[in-house]
């Protein structure tokens, strides 16, 4: 199933409304922050689970074109030296596709 706004609601509804779930994991521990790779995996983990558990949403692509990452600071992460021609969040969404699409 394709994602819509009412689809993506409800994964974040499930996620703010089960206890044992802290996301974002930066705002649930002092040892996180914005620009924590650590933090950034267990959010995608914490989202992707329910994503497809309760949403029956197939589709990786749409998964890592709808996951908000407007949270996440790539900055410090950032190895370019100059301009480039796209944004952090955009070369992470392409690098989770690429990995994605790789046989295991």
């Known amino acids: ?8 609601r409800d994964v974040f509804r499930s996620i703010a409304t089960t206890q044992y ?11 996180y922050d914005q620009s924590s790779l650590p933090a950034l995996t267990e959010d995608f983990r914490t989202v ?5 558990e309760h ?4 589709s990786v692509e749409g998964f890592v074109c709808q996951y908000p990452l407007s949270y ?3 900055s410090p992460h ?3 030296s100059g301009p480039t021609r796209y944004e952090m969040s955009q ?3 392409a690098f989770l596709l690429i990995y994605s699409s790789k046989p295991s």
């Open 21 to 31: 779930l802290d996301w974002p994991a930066y705002d649930s521990t002092p040892l």
């Open 48 to 52: 992707s689970g329910v994503w497809y």
């Open 91 to 93: 070369l992470f969404r």
């Open 1 to 8: 199933m394709a994602p819509t706004a009412i689809s993506r």
């Open 55 to 58: 949403n029956a949403h197939d």
């Open 78 to 80: 950032d190895q370019y």
């Open 72 to 74: 996440a600071e790539f």
